[in-house]
């Protein structure tokens, strides 16, 4: 199947800074990407779609302003949590579409904000 | 929107078979996913289905009736790696086609 990767894997930051992820399609060209996000023993709820060149389509409830999303090539997203605080800790994960095809996920990353 | 739901948890014994259900609700149906998830980890894909009937992978079929908003995950000879959560995710028909996720059911395989 696809690959796609994301980096870092595990990040523990102090309250307030900013964290960047990045998330990568390895071996295919992925004009939308998904970001998810799972709290323990929760399932995945998704927070925003990413697509190539444009603006992201948030999710209800998930501030816009504060998780940005940017999709600057076919193989590249990344999500800044800005102004970072202990309940943003979680697990966050991307996920790319095949082109009319099903949605392969990266690794995760766990964020933990002290 | 949709609605998806799927039990909290199972229980079934090594070598056994079991069959984790999924109904769903939704404004637009554009396919079903079942992922596998082990604690820590990021979901695995394990199905797709689109159109009506089973679909059969190795150890591991997905059912699906849209008429009836009703899938299955049936696994076989169970393994105790297959110990984990089954989530089930639903594609929807707009632009970006997003998967909305159920809650997932975490299986407990025991000897």
């Known amino acids: 199947g696809a690959v796609v990767s994301q980096h870092p894997s595990r990040v523990i930051c102090k309250s307030g800074t900013s964290v960047k992820i990045e998330c990568r399609s390895l071996d295919f060209q992925a004009t939308t990407m998904f970001w998810y996000r799972q709290f323990p023993k929760q399932s995945l709820m998704l927070m925003a779609t990413?697509?190539?060149?444009?603006?992201?389509?948030?999710e209800q409830g998930v501030e816009k302003d504060k998780f940005l999303i940017n999709h600057a090539s076919l193989t590249l997203s990344t999500l800044t949590v800005t102004s970072a605080h202990p309940e943003d800790s979680s697990f966050y994960i991307c996920?790319?579409?095949?082109?009319?095809?099903?949605?392969?996920f990266g690794p995760g990353t766990r964020l933990l904000v002290l | 929107g949709q609605n998806i739901d799927q039990p909290t948890e199972m229980t079934a014994t090594e070598g056994a078979i079991v069959q984790i259900n999924c109904t769903y609700q939704?404004?637009?149906?554009?396919?079903l996913f079942w992922y596998q998830q082990h604690a820590g980890e990021a979901p695995t894909f394990l199905s797709y289905?689109?159109?009506?009937g089973l679909e059969e992978k190795g150890r591991f079929s997905s059912f699906l009736s849209r008429s009836k908003g009703y899938s299955y995950l049936l696994l076989k000879e169970l393994q105790m790696k297959d110990s984990a959560s089954y989530l089930c995710?639903?594609?929807?028909?707009?632009?970006?086609?997003?998967?909305?996720f159920g809650t997932g059911t975490k299986l407990q395989v025991i000897p």
């Open positions: 939704t404004s637009g149906f554009n396919g």
């Open positions: 996920s790319a579409r095949v082109m009319g095809e099903t949605q392969y």
């Open positions: 289905n689109v159109l009506d």
């Open positions: 995710a639903v594609r929807d028909l707009g632009g970006y086609q997003k998967v909305t």
């Open positions: 990413s697509n190539e060149g444009s603006k992201a389509t948030y």
